[in-house]
């Protein structure tokens, strides 16, 4: 996520920005009374409901009952009672199944308004009330015996990155539930080519991860009016623990929207494909508005000097998960997903606003679930937070969180250039100046006898204890895709150069150490009209056109053979950094903009001997020197076949223009 879209989200709480946290009894926040056990607030039985909210500062908490998820007044007001641990407690002993329920605290003679609490799992349209439903009801036939689809290491992920609406919308996917959370469960639907799309195409690439944008109940759309076809992100938090209404084939029915999700995970997991969720624990969309702050005023956000809320999130605020029950909070928002949906992994927006301990507390949680649920993030804020820079999960400290990957903006902006500049290329453009940093993500981030790291672009020190903890990738939503990049930083680029940097940077990607990261519809050459900041931009911009996967034969192949070949060959996945260092080994060059590598000794396990991999952004071929032998060629021009595409003899071989070269012995 970035700056404009998170000034135009934060333009909701631009009024609030500078209120001033409710002050009360405690003298600091750090000695607010924690909850101990779990955080529910809502546990149903047909003969009672209990009802739990942790308010330490209240004076005074109501529960209000409705027979609707919005419209008309609380039938019932029930006075919660103080309790221990700050909670404060009430009994309904009635059938309260199909209700919706808020809570409004007081504080000094104030009420705060509704909200359905912090942590709701259920709620009506466009989440302002929490609904009373049977979780056990929501569960698709088979969901029991739902299990997650192999994953031997992370290195063995290849994760595609994907908006429910931009996949399906267009007329051209043949797909039934366009925009949906279903139009992932769909098999069999075609391109008007007869090629396939949805869930088959992404069986056919050979995807191991399905990277969600946030499904999560958010502000931004409005559910009763999906007519009206108002498109965003999801990067503005309204209920963590509830599936978008939005995405259902029904908004007002609370149960509908979780089982269509757990139905969507249930379908990916049959397809062998696992699913990462994009969660945004970072800031809420609005903040005196906020479930947080109408429960405990001030606990769940940072403050700056004045009291006033801080901002490293540029949207109004950033949470403070550094607090006791902020963590606990995240902590088991995390365990939700994984346990009642399944999930298998998350991506952190900016997550460099959370601290260390929290991240590992989380990667803690999720490991004693399943070690093989894969964690990931953005290891920046998009302002300097209200900690010290050396306790927050940010880049440079990923070394510090096993099991932690964080993106590699090192690799991604030597192949296509800087992201504060649209214009200006970089490797792909044949500039130079970006080989060490191509190398850098090469490894891994990790470090490496050959990296020259005073040379690489914004880490002057490797940051990856293992090269697992670099996620490789050259585009992703919040940014123009790789096509439009290509346009945009290449004056006069050719449809046949377009296709042919597409295809080198995505070699240099899947190649990698790291683990690789693509976005949805590159691999057809999707393109966003050059927008570089999509968020709200309609269907006509955002959508997958999927006549592209005819139209570009060659460059799914290619993407699809990429993938295959690392999947084959475990050279290219070796998910040690110990194994990096002993068996890939840059060979040297003679000018700029030309990368080179060998992977030796049957790298990893691998049934090739030695694997040379060449990365040309030239407009001429290259001259290479490499280790006497005989080689057989399986990257060539834009093509890829393990079997071969010919045979190379000597001490030299000759690298294509804007093209890659890989052989074996």
Not at 20 to 41: D, F, I
Not at 52 to 76: C, I, K, N, Q, S
Not at 342 to 357: E, S, V, Y
Not at 577 to 592: D, I, M, Q, S, W
Request: hydrophobic share 35%; charged share 25%; aromatic share 10%.
């Amino acid at each position: 996520m970035k700056l404009n879209e998170l000034a135009l989200i934060g333009v909701a709480t631009a009024t609030v920005v500078s209120c001033a946290p409710a002050k009360n009894e405690y003298a600091s926040y750090e000695l607010y009374p924690v909850r101990s056990g779990s955080l529910t607030e809502m546990e149903y039985t047909p003969e009672v409901t209990n009802f739990t909210l942790w308010a330490p500062t209240a004076d005074e908490v109501r529960l209000m009952l409705f027979d609707a998820g919005d419209g008309g007044h609380a039938y019932e007001t029930v006075s919660m009672v103080s309790d221990k641990e700050g909670t404060w407690t009430a009994k309904v002993e009635k059938d309260l199944i199909g209700k919706f329920y808020t809570f409004n605290v007081k504080i000094k003679d104030k009420w705060l308004g509704d909200t359905p609490g912090i942590n709701a799992k259920a709620v009506g349209v466009n989440g302002k009330r929490a609904a009373i439903i049977d979780m056990r009801a929501t569960d698709p036939e088979g969901w029991a015996q739902d299990k997650r689809p192999a994953l031997a290491s992370p290195a063995d992920a290849v994760i595609y990155e994907m908006h429910h609406r931009d996949f399906s919308i267009d007329p051209s996917s043949g797909i039934q539930h366009k925009g949906k959370f279903l139009a992932l469960t769909e098999e069999g639907t075609l391109s008007p080519e007869k090629l396939a799309t949805g869930i088959d195409h992404l069986k056919e690439l050979g995807v191991t991860h399905v990277h969600i944008l946030p499904s999560y109940d958010y502000a931004s759309v409005d559910e009763t009016k999906l007519d009206e076809n108002k498109y965003n992100w999801g990067y503005d938090p309204q209920n963590y623990n509830v599936p978008d209404g939005s995405y259902s084939t029904d908004p007002y029915n609370p149960s509908i929207r979780i089982k269509e999700f757990k139905q969507m995970v249930q379908a990916l997991h049959k397809a062998g494909i696992r699913v990462v969720l994009d969660v945004v624990y970072n800031h809420t969309f609005n903040t005196a508005e906020s479930n947080f702050e109408r429960t405990v005023p001030g606990y769940f956000y940072r403050q700056m000097p004045d009291d006033s809320f801080a901002d490293g999130s540029a949207c109004g605020n950033e949470t403070a998960s550094n607090r006791p029950m902020m963590r606990k909070y995240m902590v088991e928002s995390v365990l939700h997903w994984l346990n009642e949906y399944h999930l298998d992994g998350f991506r952190f927006d900016l997550m460099g606003i959370h601290d260390i301990t929290t991240m590992n507390e989380i990667r803690k949680a999720a490991t004693a679930v399943d070690p093989s649920i894969i964690i990931y993030g953005e290891g920046w804020a998009a302002k300097a937070p209200q900690m010290p820079e050396d306790s927050l999960a940010m880049k440079m400290n990923t070394y510090r969180m096993p099991g932690i990957a964080a993106f590699s903006d090192e690799m991604r902006d030597a192949l296509r250039g800087p992201f504060n500049d649209n214009h200006k290329g970089a490797f792909l453009a044949g500039l130079p100046g970006g080989e060490e940093s191509i190398k850098f993500g090469i490894v891994g981030a990790i470090k490496h006898p050959q990296v020259d790291n005073d040379s690489v672009n914004y880490s002057k020190a490797s940051w990856a204890e293992q090269p697992t903890q670099m996620i490789s990738y050259v585009s992703c939503h919040d940014d123009m895709c790789l096509v439009d990049r290509l346009n945009a930083s290449i004056p006069g680029i050719t449809p046949q150069e377009l296709a042919k940097l597409d295809k080198l940077a995505q070699t240099a990607v899947f190649t990698s150490q790291g683990i690789p990261f693509i976005y949805a519809g590159e691999e057809v050459m999707r393109d966003k009209k050059g927008v570089h900041n999509s968020y709200q931009s309609p269907d006509s911009i955002n959508a997958i056109d999927w006549k592209r996967k005819a139209e570009y034969a060659d460059v799914f192949a290619y993407y699809k053979g990429l993938i295959q070949l690392r999947k084959n060959h475990p050279a290219f996945r070796m998910g040690d950094a110990e194994l990096v260092r002993k068996h890939l080994e840059f060979l040297p060059v003679e000018g700029n903009n030309l990368v080179a590598y060998r992977l030796k000794e049957n790298a990893n396990g691998d049934a090739w001997e030695d694997i040379i991999v060449a990365l040309n952004s030239r407009k001429e071929p290259a001259k290479l020197v490499v280790p006497e032998g005989k080689y057989t060629v399986v990257c060539k021009d834009g093509f890829i076949n393990e079997n071969g595409l010919g045979t190379l003899y000597g001490s030299e071989v000759l690298v294509p223009a804007q093209s890659a070269l890989i052989i074996y012995k």
